[in-house]
């Protein structure tokens, strides 16, 4: 009921393409999702995040589609360069709730 | 500038010990968390504080315990070290509701 499920566990993308990283979840209650980055060696880092209002946002290359009929949410990244490899971990959190309920994280790598 | 410090940043223990890992926060957030990162499990939620003297269990709480005596403080207590707990710890803050959490640059720890 809690979970988040993200795919795929890891990614490999030439430079310039496209990475895309699926989130889907269960929770009806869930009504805020954001998408966090982590380079090695670092704490995760808040990247971009989404409401259910809406069912896109982009903020420069990263753009979040958002799917509530589905219970459905992705993450794509345009023309993917070597510094976005990093790993990328979807999340929810319920409405007036600040406990984050995380999924398993994807590991991008980008090829130069 | 406001930032989010752990010690100690590496820590290798025997197991049986009592072992306390520190957060501290000088963003003045009411919310404090502490997760663990492992491979194939991404951020697991262990314990986390919405306010002084608040303190709830999460999701893997068991072997660990933690106190909230002021604001910029929420050190993480493993009672009896177990070599399942070797992981990476990262604290993390926030204020209000579906708000960003920050995250500390964590703490690896190892229990032989």
């Known amino acids: 009921q809690q979970q988040v499920k993200q795919s795929p566990q890891s990614l490999i993308v030439q430079k310039g393409g496209i990475s895309i990283i699926n989130c889907a979840y269960e929770?009806?209650?869930?009504?805020?999702f954001p998408w966090y980055q982590q380079f090695p060696g670092k704490g995760p880092a808040l990247l971009i995040a989404?409401?259910?209002?809406?069912s896109e946002k982009k903020e420069g290359r990263f753009t979040i589609s958002f799917n509530k009929s589905a219970k459905q949410f992705s993450l794509h990244i345009m023309d993917s360069q070597p510094g976005d490899s990093a790993t990328y971990f979807c999340?929810?959190?319920?409405?007036?709730?600040?406990?984050?309920?995380f999924g398993k994280g994807t590991r991008l790598h980008i090829l130069p | 500038d406001a930032e989010i410090t752990q010690s100690p940043r590496h820590k290798i223990t025997e197991t049986g010990r009592q072992v306390t890992l520190a957060c501290h926060q000088t963003?003045?957030?009411?919310?404090m968390f502490w997760y663990r990162q492992d491979l194939g499990h991404g951020l697991r939620l262990i314990h986390y504080?919405?306010?002084?003297?608040?303190?709830n269990k999460g999701e893997v709480s068991d072997g660990y315990s933690v106190s909230r005596s002021n604001t910029e403080d929420l050190p993480l207590t493993l009672e009896s070290a177990a070599s399942s707990q070797t992981s990476v710890y990262f604290c993390?803050?926030?204020?209000?509701?579906?708000?960003?959490?920050?995250f500390g640059p964590g703490t690896r720890l190892t229990v032989l």
């Open positions: 504080s919405y306010g002084v003297h608040d303190t």
């Open positions: 989404i409401r259910p209002d809406v």
């Open positions: 999340a929810a959190l319920p409405s007036l709730h600040d406990k984050i309920i």
């Open positions: 993390a803050s926030s204020q209000g509701v579906n708000n960003e959490q920050f």
């Open positions: 963003w003045n957030h009411n919310n």
């Open positions: 929770n009806t209650a869930f009504d805020y």
